[in-house]
C-alpha cells in the first residue's frame, strides 16, 4: 500500500487514476458507484446517478422545499421536545444523524414518512455495527454477514416502495449498469452508507468548534438572523437561491471541513499505469501499474507546510485559495478542491452527493442557530482544549472509538497486509453541548433570553472523532510515503 501526501502526486493521482482499490471488494457496496473498481460499472451508474444532483432543475424545485421542510421540523418540533421533556442532555450527533438519513430518505430518495421513521434508526445503527469491530476476529465476521443481510434487506424494500424523489426514480430505474436486481440493491446500499453519517459529522464538528469561539458564533448568527429577516421582510419562505446569502456560513463548513474532514482517509485507487510520485526528500519512486494507492486528505488539509503555522487553529477567515471556498455565485456542482484541499476528493470520481451535503448541511444549520444556544458540556469540555494534539499515544487514549481490523488479501500474487479502519464514534461520541430551545425568532429576543441560562435543557454535540489511527500515525510520523 503506497500512501501519497505530496498534493501534486495526490491531485493527479485522483484525476487520471479513477479505479477504485481492491480494498472495497471487502466491504458491503458490491459494485455500487462508490466502491466498483470495474471502470465502465462506475462511468455508466455515476452518468445515469448524476442526473438526481442537477442543482437548478432538480434541488431547486423538488429537493429544497422537502429539505427545508424537514430541518424546520425537525429543529421546531422534533429537538424542541426533547429539550423539554427529554433527559437534561440530548446527544446531538444522534439528533443529527438522524436527520441526515431523514433527508436523504425523504427529500432525495422520496421514500414515505412511515418508511423513513421505521427504518431510520436500526439502519443507522446496521452501518455503524459494520465498523465496531469484536474482540474475536470470527464473532466479528459473523456480525458483518448478519449486518450485511439487514442492509440488503433494506435496500431491496427501497426499490420495492418505487420511491418517487429523484434519487429513488434513478435507483430503480434500469441504466447500462444497474439493470440487474443485485446491481440496483448496491446502488441502494451505496447511498444509504455515503449519505448519511458523511453530512451528519460535519454538522457535530461544525457546532464543536462554533461552541468554542463566542466570535464566530455571534457571526454566524448574525449572517443567519438577518437572511430570516430579510425573508420575514419580503413575507416567504427560503429558497434555494438564498444560500448564496450565507457567505460567512460557508466559510465555517469550509474550515470545518477542512480539520474534521468526514472522510479523512479520503480514497483507495489502483494505479492504471507505471507512474511516479516524490519519496522521502524528492526522491522519485517509480510506482508499477496495479499499485494500492491510499491518499488521506487530512494530512494535506492539517499540514503546516501548506497551510502556514495556524494549520491547526479552526479559522474560517483564513486565506483561501481559488476553488476552496465557494465564492457565491452558484452553489451548483461545486466541488472545493485545490492541491492542498480536498474534502469530497477531486474529480472526477469525487463525491456525487456533495451538492445535496452543501445544501442540507446549510439548511439544518440555519434552522439550529436560529432556534438554540449550543454551548459544550462535561465530559467534551474539558477534553476539547487537547482534541487536536496528534502524539500516537495521546489519540490511542483520546479516541477509542476508532475502530481497525487488520485482513489479509492477495492481490497480483503479492500478499499485501493491510489495515481496514473506519470510525465509530457516532456510537461513542463524547462531545456534549448545552443547548436551550429559544422559541424567539428575532437576536434581541434571543440575546435577552440568554441571559438566564436555563441549565435543565442540553443537548449532546455527540461528536464523531472521525480520526483514523493509520492516519494520525502517519501524521506524527510526518513520512510523505509509507510502503506496507
Ligand atoms: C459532508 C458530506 C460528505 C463528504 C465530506 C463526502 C465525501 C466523500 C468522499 C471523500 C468520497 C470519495 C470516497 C472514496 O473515494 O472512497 C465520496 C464519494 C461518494 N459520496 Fe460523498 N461525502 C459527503 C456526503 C455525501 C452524500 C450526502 C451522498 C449521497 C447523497 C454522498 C454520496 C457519495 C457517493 C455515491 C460517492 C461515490 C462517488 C463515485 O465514486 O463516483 N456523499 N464522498
Redesign the pocket.
Known sequence: MLVVNDPEDAERILRTH?K?SVL?GAAFLGD?????NKNDY?IN??KH?QE??FPNSVFAHQVFPKSLARAKYAARELLAKQCRDGPPVVEINEFLLNE?MA??QLA?IGESQEFMDRTNKPIRTTFANIFTPEPELNAYLAKVSVCRREIHAWSNEVLANQPQGP?GKLLVTNCPAIDDAKMRRDAVS??G????D??A??MTWCLYEVCQNAGIMNRLRAEIDAVYAMLDAERRDMQYADLQRLPYLSRV?AET?RLW???P?????ETEFDDVVKGRGGAMVRVEKGTQVNIP?WLLHTSPALWGPTAEVFDPDRQWQGEEIWRGQALAAWNPQSLRY????GA???????N???M??RVILCELLRHYDFALAEPTLSRAAKARRRTVDDFIVRHPCVTCCACRLTHRGRALRVRACRWAGQQHGHHVSQGRHLPARDAATRAAAAQAVNSRARAWVGGCFLINLWTSWLMSAGSALLFF
Open positions: 479513477v477504485k472495497y455500487g458507484v462508490l466502491s466498483t462506475w451508474q455515476r446517478l438526481a444532483f441526515a433527508q436523504l432525495l434519487l451505496t447511498f452508507f455515503a449519505g448519511h458523511t453530512t459529522n460535519l463548513i471541513l474532514p468526514s472522510v482517509n479520503g480514497t483507495f485507487r486528505v480536498m474534502p469530497f476528493t472526477p470520481r469525487d463525491c456525487i452527493g456533495k445535496f451535503a452543501h442540507e448541511a
